[in-house]
């Protein structure tokens, strides 16, 4: 095809398609093609829909799930590998660098951790936080 033709329409308006099957005379005519095209541009637009409830009801769980999380404790011990041992760190609540193995504490037990030796995160500072200088 050359460049001259590729504007043209491929059916002209006004014309019928042979489409076998469609109708007794062996031809469709324009009409029912846009019916049929309308069907199927309706079903494509109900799943759309469908979709975009679906996203919005995720959405709705997502924002309902973010404001009953906790609060997350102000500081934490991270207890290494065995539970009954003392403590091998103390991070502020909020610290990235918290294992997975930390529990929340008071600042009393956190003071109470530091002054007994457990060593202090060098990210967050805890214990410029609590006010504790060596």
């Not at 309308?38 to 309902?64: F, K, M, S």
Request: charged letters at 25%; aromatic letters at 2%.
């Amino acid at each position: 095809m050359d460049a001259r033709n590729s504007h043209r329409p491929l059916v002209p308006l006004g014309s019928h398609v042979p489409v076998s099957g469609v109708h007794d005379q062996g031809e469709a005519p324009r009409l029912a093609l846009l019916r049929f095209l309308e069907r199927v541009q309706l079903a494509d637009l109900d799943r759309t829909r469908r979709w975009i409830a679906e996203e919005e009801r995720r959405e709705v769980e997502r924002q309902q799930g973010e404001a009953t999380q906790p609060t997350p404790p102000d500081w934490l011990l991270d207890c290494g590998l065995n539970r009954g041992a003392i403590p091998v760190g103390v991070h502020i609540g909020a610290c990235h660098m918290v294992g997975a193995r930390a529990k929340g504490a008071d600042s009393g037990t956190a003071r109470r951790a530091l002054a007994a030796g457990v060593p202090e995160c060098g990210h967050c500072r805890p214990d410029s936080e609590l006010g504790i200088l060596d």
